[in-house]
């Protein structure tokens, strides 16, 4: 042995386990921490559980994500809280804490093979959206119905007229139906069991119609929202949970024959002591989801924004004596006074229509039949009433101090081609 051999060894074995005890102290504590911190992930994961789907081009129409069939990127996907676009390969993720419905945008010059939205459920693995090219061509006319005020009930005057609304939209030979809210008699006031009965005879109204059906949020349609405030408070799809959970959501966009067409929800509540006030307003997710929603359409593009409450109306001059003492128009709402004919906040977002040069508006809600336009140098601003699909007894009376003008029931009926309106009609229901 070479002198000071033997104690070089003997440090270098003492520095050796030394190190060799710290590491096995370390792994140590990293098995207790994560025993410790392991149940806190876990919950965690379960607070916040995730969707994960596809949008692809379906190439044979199975709604399946096939090989060989491509993802479709840049696709605006959301769940009513937050939205995202796909990726290169057409996939997206996204929360599914506390959301009942996820759906597309479909980008221009597609349409989805089955239904554009689809109702989260726990047990579904993956939430795919199939798209294939839209069917109209470019020359093909394509006449689209929006109808509004169905206010299906058991009262047997309504059920009468709503056989004849059926027949009267199925004449006119549409491509697609929209209903533009107040689908339902009484939401509002309605015991749960009724509510949902209805609701589910809204959506064999729409299986009549044989030609797919677009839906939006009425105030009539809000669940427990009662003006005598008695409303089901702990009932789990209580306000407008009870329409996204039957019927669809409650804002969404798609294309039709080259036009745009974008549906919104310009209702909002407020609790007072005496019951609920709705009122018109667009809140601040639609607004960010609608800019993002436009940031891809082309400035040329025709738009037709779809809603209950109308954006603009000649119904608060008018009938400015039934406006102004409505309860509504008595309270304000974020700085604003609200009312419960029109939507207060439209400076907050209508600037992020500026850049488009064709917008058709069409709503509901007053029972009317109305025409207004906005003709601009470079800009046409359309306004449309599409009346109502049934009507209460005595209606279709509307009376003011300035006009006594009778609105029977009807919808309206506008034909497109090549991402144009070329022809608006008021359909009456004849009414025996």
């Given amino acids: 042995m070479l002198p000071g051999e033997g104690s070089f060894m003997n440090a270098n074995n003492v520095n050796g386990m030394r190190r060799e005890r710290a590491v096995a102290a370390r792994l140590i504590a990293l098995f207790c921490l994560g025993l410790v911190i392991s149940p806190f992930i876990g919950a965690c994961n379960r607070l916040s559980p995730e969707m994960r789907g596809k949008v692809f081009l379906d190439l044979n129409g199975n709604n399946l994500p096939d090989p060989g069939e491509k993802g479709m990127e840049g696709v605006l996907v959301t769940n009513g809280e937050a939205f995202k676009r796909t990726d290169f390969e057409g996939n997206f993720r996204l929360s599914s804490d506390g959301a009942i419905n996820i759906w597309i945008s479909s980008p221009r010059g597609y349409q989805p093979v089955e239904s554009f939205f689809l109702p989260v459920e726990p047990s579904r ?3 795919n959206f199939g ?42 030979r549409p491509h697609a139906v929209f209903m533009l809210g107040d689908l339902h008699g009484d939401a509002n006031s309605a015991e749960p069991l009724q509510a949902e009965s209805i609701f589910k005879e809204v959506n064999k109204f729409r299986e009549r119609l044989l ?38 959501p ?18 909002e509540g407020k609790r007072r002591e005496e019951g609920w006030n709705i009122f018109g307003w667009l809140d601040e997710k639609q607004q960010k989801w609608l800019r993002e929603d436009l940031s891809t359409i082309p400035s040329e593009t025709p738009l037709i924004i779809l809603t209950h409450f109308p954006l603009l109306s000649s119904h608060s001059a008018i009938y400015r004596d039934f406006f102004h003492q409505s309860p509504a128009s008595k309270y304000e709402y974020q700085g604003y006074k609200v009312g419960g004919s029109y939507v207060a906040n439209l400076d907050q977002w209508f600037s992020l229509l500026g850049h488009f040069r064709d917008i058709t508006f069409i709503s509901g809600h007053l029972h009317i039949f109305e025409d207004l336009a906005l003709k601009g140098r470079e800009k046409i601003l359309r306004f449309y009433c599409c009346g109502a699909l049934c009507v209460w007894q005595g209606d279709n009376e509307i009376l003011s101090p300035y006009l006594n003008i009778s609105f029977p029931p009807g919808f309206l009926l506008l034909t497109l081609r090549e991402g144009k309106v070329i022809e608006a009609l008021h359909k009456i229901i004849e009414l025996p």
């Avoid at 409650?250 to 209702?267: E, K, P, T």
């Fill in 131 to 172: 798209l294939s090219p839209a069917k109209e061509g470019k020359e093909e006319m394509v006449r689209v119905a929006f109808g509004s005020d169905l206010h299906l009930s058991d009262n047997p005057s309504i059920s009468s007229q709503v056989e004849i609304a059926i027949e009267a939209i199925k004449n006119s």
């Fill in 211 to 248: 030609v797919p059906s677009y839906c939006a949020l009425g105030n009539h349609d809000i669940f427990g929202w009662s003006a005598e405030g008695d409303s089901p408070s702990k009932h789990p799809l209580l306000g407008k949970l009870m329409f996204e959970k039957l019927i669809g």
């Fill in 250 to 267: 409650r804002f969404y966009s798609l294309n039709i024959a080259g036009v745009h067409l974008i549906v919104l929800d310009v209702l």
């Fill in 125 to 127: 693995g993956e939430y």
